[in-house]
């Protein structure tokens, strides 16, 4: 088969009998590129532009990305947020890793990432952003963890894909691409500031392990 | 990525990168504490027992709280209320008590080898708090985790270790740990509690105060055993104090910014006179803290995922 590129994952299996665990190589191909620099713009624009429509009262107002891409996004919609409407909102990063559900099913641990909120989500507007919706099961740790910094007056959510396959009722409230996908897809997401390139792309797991 | 280890039994052979990553985790969890719900879900149904063949306040309240802010249940074991009094063998308690369903085991005991036993007689994961004269290993980890929040970093640190080396499973945590992440030790004591075998770890070895506190980032000063004093390790308290323990006379010497630090509990007016434990170097009060933070960070780095 034709790659056009190989992405390198790995897999903690569990450990040996030495007591190290065990390192394999998954490798994905990519299928599909599903946004381009100029077209991710484009839809932080238009999500930037719908989150201005619906929330006029910019003083109590948040924003929180989620680790790790969504960091970067959210840094991006609040920017041209305060471009638009001569705002000064930063955006806060939360990591919902110790609210996941797989921590008993998990073989090895997620890295816990920073959280930093830095204002008091009490009686505020939020927009949580995140780079990927597919199972809904991330957004529900976020949520659960958001609550434990406050009581804010509304949660909205902003991704920029939502690849189906849910599997809790939570949907998204500003989406930049919608998208069908197979379970043995992933959505991969770069961005510049991290990854030299703005880019997504649809990638499946390598046949013929 | 996850930790290599299976078990936290000591820091002797833990690799840089484990111990990095604990101590990431642990400035995460540090984060968790400062916030007004200072609680997760994330060990939610997991049982961690404690069982404590020795006394401890520090220790075992701090493993609770830490237990108890990851949502876990722990089950507080102490030997004075146990059938231990009737003869029951470890490997027998031990094995009872994972009949019910357990997870996790923290254990100290008074003799080295305990928490390795255990990883023998069941599937629970081993936490050391302390096992005779060999490890302690949370301690040493808090203690990196508090010089490296104020520091920003590790190598190339130099700290002087000062007390009963001899006696000091804190001491060779330490000595395991911080040789590992590139920082220079030196261990300091009257001869007679001066192991010299500990030279094979890397870390330098004297007897001799001022070469130890020359130039010396961090200062850890360990608890004297008062009862040891009647075993002839040194010729008295007073002589002890005079050579060894730091006041406020001797912080003249040391660099302005110079850490303090002792793993408690401290002997005011022996180790360290009130002034240096009460002054704006001393880091003891801060180092309970962080003990916490490490604490749930080994337990979640250790606690989660099926058994294999």
Known sequence: MKLLSIKIKRLHLGSCANGFSKTILILMKKVELLMDSKSLDLALTRITHQI?????????????????????????????????????????????????????IALKQPTVKITDIPFDINEMNIVLVDDVLYTGRTVRA???????????????????????????????????????????????????????????????????? | MG???????????????????????????????????????????KTIVN???ENSTRTRISFELAEK????????????????????????????IEAMKIDMVVVRHGSAGVPYFLTKCTDAVIVNAGDGLHEHPTQALLDMMTIRRKFGKLEGLKVAIIGDIFHSRVARSNAWGMTTMGMNVVLCGPPTLL??????????????????????????????????????????????????????????YLRPDVMIMHPGPVNRGIEMSSDVADGPNSVILKQVTNGVAVRMAALYLLGGGESV
């Open chain 2, 3 to 45: 930790l290599h280890i299976q078990h936290l039994l000591g820091l002797e052979g833990v690799s840089k990168e484990d111990l990095t990553l604990i101590l990431d985790t642990a400035d995460s969890f540090y984060q968790v504490l400062e916030r007004d719900i200072p609680v997760v879900p994330t060990l939610r149904g």
């Open chain 1, 142 to 209: 976020a949520l659960d963890a958001l609550m434990d910094y406050g009581r804010p007056k509304t949660i909205q959510l902003a991704v920029l894909i939502d690849r189906g396959n849910r599997e809790l009722p939570i949907r998204a409230d500003y989406v930049g691409k919608k998208i069908t996908t197979l379970v043995n897809q992933v959505v991969s997401l770069k961005v510049h500031e991290i990854d030299n390139e703005d880019s997504m792309w649809l990638m499946e797991l390598e046949d013929g392990e």
């Open chain 2, 195 to 252: 192991p010299q075998h500990l030279d094979s770890l890397g870390v330098t070895i004297t007897d001799n105060l001022d070469e130890a506190l020359d130039g010396a980032d961090v200062v850890m000063l360990l608890r004297i055993q008062l009862e040891r004093q009647s075993s002839g390790v040194f010729p008295s308290i007073r002589e002890y104090r005079d050579r060894y323990g730091i006041d406020i006379e001797k912080m003249a």
């Open chain 2, 51 to 53: 069982l404590f063949y």
């Open chain 1, 52 to 104: 201005l429509e619906r929330n006029r009262d910019f003083t109590r107002f948040g924003i929180v990305g989620m680790q790790t891409r969504g960091v970067f996004l959210a840094r991006r919609i609040a920017s041209k947020i305060n471009d638009m409407a001569q705002t000064g909102i930063v955006a806060g990063t939360l990591d919902a890793t110790l609210y996941r559900d797989d921590y008993r």
């Open chain 2, 69 to 96: 802010r990851l949502s876990a249940s722990p089950l507080n074991f102490s030997v004075s209320t146990s059938s231990i009094n009737k003869g029951e063998s470890l490997r027998d308690t031990i094995q009872n």
